[in-house]
């Protein structure tokens, strides 16, 4: 099963652009790369996606390499309310039963 | 638009009784499935279903059990409770099955604690 890789922790100041970065040498070619963030004592919620080409909504923007064996997450101008756990998954079809979550990347954002 | 709603937000169980966690979903999402979320792992997928009538294991699905029969409601029953089952619990659902283009809507958990 393809996993992913991501630094334990990151930190950021308000304002700034903050680059999540995620390793996933074994991706298939079917794979997409989804990002999710965890608030404080809150469920995942959904960040974005992609599976070839950058992808951007209000939320964020996706940069995946050429080769799609790393992924960034940018957030444009992080504020208070991004700091959170922040998940990097790949979710192929085919097989629901194994769905790897990591640990995630928590991210801190000092005011 | 409520999402996916989860009950109860807090429980405490003494080991060996039993209880049902409850999910539903107003989205009319056919996918819907439990997570266990401990200190230190992942995320981990203890059961699914595809849609109504359908449930499937998941990676830790010991201890447990689901039905599904309606599409917006997919309880999760700990038939015994064990110490080990200790933990925030998560129910998530999307709108299509096998599709690695969905997105999946979470709940806002379930912490249970078994003494």
């Known amino acids: 099963d393809a996993k992913t890789t991501q630094p334990n922790s990151m930190e950021s100041n308000e304002e700034e652009p903050v680059h999540l970065p995620c390793n996933h040498s074994?991706?298939?070619?079917?794979?997409?790369i989804h990002w999710y963030r965890q608030l404080p004592s809150q469920g995942p919620e959904y960040v974005i996606h992609?599976?070839?080409?950058?992808v951007n909504n209000r939320m964020a923007s996706l940069a995946i390499a050429e080769d799609r064996k790393s992924s960034t997450l940018i957030l444009h101008r992080a504020t208070l309310r991004d700091a959170a756990v922040y998940y990097c998954?790949?979710?192929?079809?085919?097989?629901?039963?194994?769905?790897?979550w990591g640990l995630g990347t928590s991210l801190a954002v000092n005011p | 638009n409520a999402g996916v709603t989860q009950t109860p937000k807090f429980q405490v169980l003494k080991t060996g009784q039993s209880m049902t966690l409850q999910c539903a979903q107003d989205?009319?999402?056919?996918?819907m499935s439990w997570y266990r979320q401990d200190p230190g792992m992942g995320l981990r997928l203890i059961h699914y279903?595809?849609?109504?009538?359908?449930?499937d294991q998941g990676e830790v699905p010991n201890g447990y059990n689901v039905s599904r029969s309606t599409t917006e409601d997919f309880p999760l029953r700990l038939l015994s409770a064990a110490p080990s089952q200790t933990s925030v619990y998560f129910c998530?659902?999307?709108?299509?099955?096998?599709?690695?283009?969905?997105?999946?809507?979470f709940g806002s958990g379930t912490q249970l604690s078994v003494l």
């Open positions: 074994t991706i298939s070619g079917t794979d997409y």
């Open positions: 992609g599976l070839t080409s950058n």
């Open positions: 989205m009319n999402h056919e996918y």
């Open positions: 998954i790949l979710r192929g079809a085919g097989n629901n039963r194994k769905l790897i």
């Open positions: 998530a659902s999307s709108y299509r099955v096998w599709g690695s283009n969905e997105k999946l809507f």
């Open positions: 279903s595809v849609g109504a009538g359908i449930t």
